[in-house]
């Protein structure tokens, strides 16, 4: 009775595993997609908002590259995975900000109308997007993260449209850069939290694992279990 128990609570979370590789393969390719068309319509208009949006998409993109990649792999892969992608997030960061630099110092013009289209396409790719992850929320924490980050990008859309009604109306630049600074300050500040959790649960899954082979017996076992519980909670802090 135990191991028929086992066996198919064994085959419900390969079940698990394989929809949500579905979700993560369908929501990978419309942010590839969404990350080529907005970088190439925010290059041509002029537009930080856009640029800044668009490697929000490639962002996601390797987010979710990267969770299906961790999907059957361990704590340690998992915290490797989320250092990477702190790591790119950081990079498209300040690529960002240093766009909005140069741009400032110069007289090109932003097209308010190619932001606004542009910005609802990738708003409808987002909500799609957003509806498919939604029952995959409580998983676990690589595709609650996974969420999460499909929940802020509905925000920045919105953001990229506002931009676009605030250059039409106003004539100007300004709204499209401060929304374009903004995103890129999201990144670097979501870069940094990220780093510095992948780190800890790293340096925490080594001290764990150097304890485990330091020692042999029962007596290894409590300060183990106490290490992982440790591990367990800083999750559940990432998750809140």
């Excluded at 969420?147 to 109306?169: K, P």
């Amino acid at each position: 009775m135990a191991d028929s128990c086992c066996e198919g609570k064994s085959d419900e979370l390969v079940g698990l595993r394989e929809k949500q590789a579905r979700v993560l393969w369908i929501v990978l390719a419309v942010n590839a997609v969404l990350f080529v068309a907005e970088f190439i319509v925010g290059w041509a208009a002029h537009s930080t908002a856009l640029l800044a949006d668009s490697l929000d998409m490639l962002g996601d993109a390797l987010v979710y590259a990267f969770s299906l990649w961790v999907l059957h792999r361990g704590t340690r892969w998992r915290a490797r995975a989320a250092l990477s992608k702190g790591l790119v997030q950081a990079a498209f960061g300040i690529f960002v900000l240093g766009q909005a630099a140069w741009k400032l110092g110069g007289s090109a013009e932003v097209d308010a109308s190619a932001m606004g289209v542009m910005g609802m396409l990738a708003l409808a790719g987002n909500s799609w997007c957003f509806y498919l992850l939604w029952s995959h929320r409580s998983d676990d924490l690589n595709m609650r993260s996974t969420w999460l980050c499909s929940r802020n990008d509905l925000v920045a859309n919105t953001a990229v449209l506002g931009a676009a009604a605030l250059v039409a109306l106003l004539n100007s630049k300004w709204p499209d850069v401060i929304v374009g600074v903004a995103i890129a300050a999201l990144f670097l500040r979501t870069a940094v939290t990220v780093i510095g959790e992948a780190r800890r649960e790293l340096a925490e899954h080594k001290r764990v694992s150097v304890g485990v082979q330091g020692c042999r017996g029962r007596a290894c076992l409590r300060p183990a279990v106490a290490a992982q519980d440790q591990v367990i909670r800083l999750r559940y802090r990432v998750e809140q």
